[in-house]
């Protein structure tokens, strides 16, 4: 294909040829034997001003991609146009125009109403993620790195060894195997400062006293305490029910029982307790916990909390 191409352009001769595919001669004459032995009308002339050409008026067929295939890969094209930062910024851009050029008009006019009417929802997010391509390399290549990282509540050097970058809810992951906790933790990508490429540590050991089992993945926290799974169920609006949906690990679980009542049904880690608690305080009046007790008597206590903080002063509107 490289030499087709490079053949519709210009005249090439085999070591020119070889010079730009980084080949050698032989493998170029072996290739020009293929492509005439299937059909391509390849002509050779020869003297110093020589060369191989392609017969006037050939050319390659335009893709060949149904109307399927072509929607399929310009849905997922401009899924990652969303994303507020990619390691691929331009070229997303410019392979949509490659393919919208190569592709046959009738393909297009098929294709384009079906494209304004499927849609693959992606948070809108202004957060930068500068070393996004770094860590992405540092994935590939199986490196360990010391970075300067900054979570929610503290910045510090951490030990990692990146093994998966993913995009959800409009932010870049990074998971990685942290030195300093002895397992594998997620990071928000945009949250690194600097990250530079180290030996591997000698071991890796879990610091005493660490009791947060994963304090960046989808903003969950451990009770550092060994108990059994909790069953947890709770009745969720139509608004609860869209935000539960996008948990990455629940979101699967949510049912419709009636027009107007979703259901959440799940066994809930031990470690996972105070992020079911936050879950469903921060849903409000969107979701009821039916079960178990120990869950609603959290949020009760909680909800209290949160009323003696906006109790009106002045004893205007106060209701015992």
């Known amino acids: 294909m490289a030499i087709l191409m490079a053949l519709q352009q210009r005249q090439e001769t085999a070591q020119s040829l070889a010079d730009k595919l980084e080949v050698s001669r032989r493998t170029v004459l072996r290739d020009m034997q293929s492509l005439s032995e299937i059909g391509v009308p390849l002509y050779a002339i020869?003297?110093?001003?020589?060369?191989?050409?392609?017969?006037?008026?050939?050319?390659?067929?335009?893709?060949?991609?149904?109307?399927?295939?072509?929607?399929?890969?310009?849905f997922a094209l401009r899924a990652t146009t969303k994303l507020a930062d990619s390691p691929f910024n331009r070229a997303r851009w410019t392979a949509i125009d490659k393919l919208r050029a190569a592709m046959p008009a009738r393909t297009l006019t098929e294709?384009?109403?079906l494209l304004r009417q499927v849609e693959l929802e992606v948070p809108e997010r202004k957060t930068a993620?500068?070393?996004?391509?770094?860590?992405?390399?540092?994935?590939?290549?199986?490196?360990?790195?010391?970075?300067?990282?900054?979570?929610?509540?503290?910045?510090?050097?951490?030990?990692?060894?990146?093994?998966?970058?993913?995009?959800?809810?409009?932010?870049w992951y990074c998971e990685a195997y942290s030195a300093e906790h002895g397992e594998v933790r997620t990071f928000r990508a945009d949250r690194f400062e600097s990250a530079a490429v180290v030996d591997a540590p000698q071991m890796a050991v879990e610091p005493k006293g660490a009791s947060s089992a994963d304090d960046e993945r989808d903003g969950r926290q451990a009770s550092?305490?060994?108990?059994?799974?909790?069953?947890?169920?709770?009745?969720?609006?139509?608004?609860?029910?869209?935000?539960?949906?996008?948990?990455?690990?629940?979101?699967?679980?949510v049912k419709q029982l009636t027009d107007e009542t979703w259901e959440l049904d799940f066994e809930c880690p031990a470690s996972e307790w105070h992020w079911a608690v936050r879950l469903f305080f921060t849903l409000g009046m969107d979701a009821e916990v039916l079960e178990p007790e120990s869950l609603r008597r959290e949020l009760y206590l909680m909800s209290n909390q949160l009323a003696g903080v906006y109790r009106p002063t002045g004893g205007e509107g106060t209701d015992d």
């Open 129 to 171: 993620a500068p070393l996004l391509a770094a860590l992405i390399g540092h994935a590939a290549a199986g490196d360990w790195i010391r970075a300067w990282y900054r979570s929610e509540r503290r910045r510090g050097e951490l030990t990692l060894r990146p093994q998966r970058v993913y995009a959800a809810h409009g932010f």
């Open 46 to 74: 020869s003297g110093p001003a020589g060369g191989y050409r392609l017969m006037e008026g050939y050319s390659l067929p335009p893709l060949q991609l149904d109307a399927q295939e072509a929607l399929a890969v310009l």
């Open 224 to 253: 550092g305490e060994e108990a059994a799974d909790v069953r947890i169920v709770a009745r969720l609006t139509y608004r609860g029910a869209l935000v539960v949906e996008q948990d990455v690990h629940v979101g699967e679980l």
């Open 111 to 113: 294709i384009e109403p």
